[in-house]
């Protein structure tokens, strides 16, 4: 069985410009969690999208968004970068809800805003 | 709001030695998780526990649902060990909640 899977791995962008990120899950699992890590703030949750509806959000500004298809795979935005957003950003997938299961995690997406 | 403390931050260690770390969380839970990160990023689930003990091959890790503790213990630990080791819980106890993360303990195994 495949594994997650992260669109682009590494990614280089300019402040102000907008991005978006892809995620596919495990064939079969509903739920999928993005999360942000950076150096100074480790990994901090983002969201949480399950059955194409967000049922988590973290304490993140409305520049982050995300949605997810209902094959599952989901897609996160984050719109007018700033430097402070450079970060891996990482997706994870499970069964059903994510605090339940175990999660499965993806290689993560290297963004570095310029 | 669950705040959550992981220690030691850094631990160096040889080749064979018993290796443990600490979680503390501040808000009773439904359940803990350990996460193992290498380097380069890649993020593995090691275990979910809401009580008691699990093993899986030479880790085990345990939880103290009333003192809000939880040990990941390593047993004759290997070089290939060396990693980030993070523990994770829901951020107001509940299940279907968002995560807060431990700063994680960077291990490194000499051989």
């Known amino acids: 069985k495949a594994g997650v899977t992260q669109t682009p791995r590494y990614l280089i962008k300019t402040r102000g410009q907008q991005v978006t990120l892809s995620c596919s899950p495990i064939s079969g699992h509903r739920s999928v969690s993005w999360y942000q890590q950076t150096p100074g703030q480790g990994l901090q949750f983002l969201f949480e999208y399950f059955s194409e509806t967000q049922r988590n959000k973290g304490n993140f500004p409305g520049r982050f968004s995300g949605r997810q298809f209902s094959n599952s795979r989901s897609e996160m935005n984050v719109s007018t970068l700033e430097l402070g957003d450079s970060a891996l950003y990482l997706c994870?997938?499970?069964?059903?809800?994510?605090?339940?299961?175990?999660?499965?995690f993806g290689p993560g997406t290297r963004l570095t805003v310029l | 709001k669950n705040e959550v403390e992981q220690s030691p931050q850094n631990l160096t260690a040889q080749e064979g030695e018993f290796i443990t770390i600490n979680c503390s969380y501040s808000?009773?839970?439904?359940?803990l998780h350990w996460l193992q990160q290498h380097p380069g990023g890649g993020i593995v689930s090691l275990f979910m526990l809401s009580s008691g003990k699990k093993k899986h091959g030479r880790l085990i890790a345990t939880i103290n649902i009333q003192e809000k503790h939880s040990s990941l213990h390593i047993t004759a630990s290997h070089p290939r060990d060396s990693a980030v080791y993070i523990c994770a819980v829901p951020h107001s106890g509940g299940g279907a909640d968002g995560l807060t993360f431990g700063k994680g303990t960077h291990l490194i195994i000499q051989p």
């Open positions: 994870a997938s499970s069964l059903r809800v994510r605090s339940y299961n175990e999660q499965f």
């Open positions: 808000v009773g839970i439904s359940a």
